[in-house]
């Protein structure tokens, strides 16, 4: 039987996915008591990576938005293997981090970000408010327009 929150991600039209081997020599997430670490996660899909480019020039803030909803359903599939595949051990989304791909004279880095803010509170409400950071990047992996980390509580 779904969870609450997977019934919730159902009714968003969201499917998570298997989450995303590292590309390097580092783990996709660490616990550490009764917190889960989650790395850097960047807009791919099963068919590869998306939003390639700089927000502002390449590409326009919507689709920066875009990315990090992206980013933010990696981190959640991330996160449900972390929880043994049971969100609703999830107690509250901590932090997340964001960094945006963007040219210097760019401002709109928490419009950005704010694609993954929104999804966390639409998929656990109250608990998805969240502290955080927006910042600009003169460059990311793969080129890829947004790359965003978080920290969760669980239970």
Known sequence: MAGNIETRLQDLGIDLGRPAAPA???VPYVISGNQVFISGQIPMTAQGIQF??????DLALEDGRAAA??????????LKSACEGDLDRVVRCVKLSGF?????????HPAVINGASDLMVEVFEDIGRHARFAVGAASLPFNVAVEID???EIE
């Open 52 to 57: 390639q480019g700089k927000v502002g020039s």
């Open 150 to 152: 978080a920290i969760f």
């Open 69 to 78: 909803r992206l980013c933010a359903i990696n981190l959640l599939a991330q």
């Open 100 to 108: 945006v791909n963007a040219n210097a004279d760019f401002d709109q």
């Open 24 to 26: 390097a020599n580092y």
